[in-house]
């Protein structure tokens, strides 16, 4: 089973790209049982995962905060 990471506090929204835009993308590519690991420091970042993670037919499967680091693991269910 495949473990990404994605870390939401490197800069690539001046881009035009939305932290839940870059989840949503990083999420498609998994295949079903992998886990996406995102870190994020922004509270409302790690509230939109969760959400649509539960909307998307995702699981979260482990999620702390340390250090104003928020870390959400979600696993795919499906594809």
């Known amino acids: 089973m495949g ?5 939401l506090a490197t800069a690539e929204e001046g881009c035009g790209d939305s932290a839940l835009g870059r989840v ?14 995102v870190l994020t420091t922004v509270p409302e970042q790690a509230f939109a995962v969760r959400v649509w993670a539960r909307r998307a037919g995702g699981d979260v499967v482990e999620e702390s905060r340390e250090q104003g680091r928020t870390r ?5 269910l499906d594809r």
Do not use: K, M, Q, S
């Open 3 to 7: 473990h990404r990471n994605l870390d």
């Open 24 to 37: 949503r993308r990083a999420y498609a590519t998994l295949d079903p049982g992998e886990l996406l690991e």
């Open 72 to 76: 959400i693991v979600l696993r795919r």
